[in-house]
Nanobody
Framework: VQLQASGGGLVQTGGSLRLSCTTSGFTFDDYTIGWFRQAPGKEREGLSSINNSDGKSYYADSVKGRFTISRDNDKNTVYLQMNSLKSEDTAVYFC??????????????????WGQGTKVTVSS
């Protein structure tokens, strides 16, 4: 099982980025996938998740209305579109696979495989 986050970079405040989580080694459309981030000196934070069957999603309050999660089951990939970026969005972003299709939270203990992160830096 492998997950790899990509698409991070340097962006100005108010800008946008789209992160990708490419996966392999498992039946992609059997699992919920989530996005998380860890800012310097802070605990890892759950952001969003999308279920396997009908694309229903969950967002943490910190990103609701600015970030959009989507998935392409043909490409075994989940995306995180990030708009209206703020300096506080600066972090390393990770994707992870949940042990089920449940999507209504981002309880980290429920996710079993994690990818290496991609760094996002938002500058003012």
């Amino acid at each position: 099982v492998q997950l790899q986050a990509s698409g991070g970079g340097l962006v100005q405040t108010g800008g946008s980025l789209r992160l990708s989580c490419t996966t392999s080694g498992f039946t992609f459309d059997d699992y919920t996938i989530g996005w998380f981030r860890q800012a310097p000196g802070k605990e890892r934070e759950g952001l969003s998740s999308i279920n396997n069957s009908d694309g229903k999603s969950y967002y943490a309050d910190s990103v609701k209305g600015r970030f959009t999660i989507s998935r392409d089951n043909d490409k075994n990939t989940v995306y995180l579109q990030m708009n209206s970026l703020k300096s506080e969005d600066t972090a390393v972003y990770f994707c992870a696979r949940r042990k089920s299709g449940y999507y209504r939270d981002v309880d980290q203990s429920a996710f079993d495989y994690w990818g290496q992160g991609t760094k996002v830096t938002v500058s003012s």
